[in-house]
Nanobody, 122 residues
């Protein structure tokens, strides 16, 4: 099992950048696929990005391709989400998630953090 704690959220103007971090506990972090999801007020949670256990494979939602980058540092048990060119529609609570299945299987993430708020002002 793995515990996840997100950080790095905040308020930023449109066009700005933020980097989210997710620190994981447990010695088996490097065996998990990791992902970021987000949930805006009144909307369902949606997939943002995922990365394979090795970092060699990534997957992005169309809405963030070219603007967001997911990465991981297995030595630090941490996954990151670099968010550039932020838009007001990126405003949401961002959640880190882990899975012991293939990273592209978006429905199979079953370990979740508590979330971090990202607010983009226009």
């Amino acid at each position: 099992q793995v515990q996840l704690v997100e950080s790095g959220g905040g308020l930023v103007q449109a066009g700005g950048s933020l980097r989210l971090s997710c620190a994981a506990s447990g010695r088996t972090f490097s065996s998990y696929a990791m992902a970021w999801f987000r949930q805006a007020p009144g909307k369902e949670r949606e997939f943002v990005a995922a990365i394979s256990w090795s970092g060699g494979g990534t997957d992005y939602a169309d809405s963030v391709k070219g603007r967001f980058t997911i990465s991981r540092d297995n030595a630090k048990n941490t996954v990151y989400l670099q968010m550039n060119s932020l838009k007001p529609e990126d405003t949401a609570v961002y959640y880190c998630a882990a899975s012991n299945k293939a990273y592209r299987r978006r429905l199979d993430y079953d370990y979740w953090g508590q979330g971090t708020q990202v607010t983009v002002s226009s």
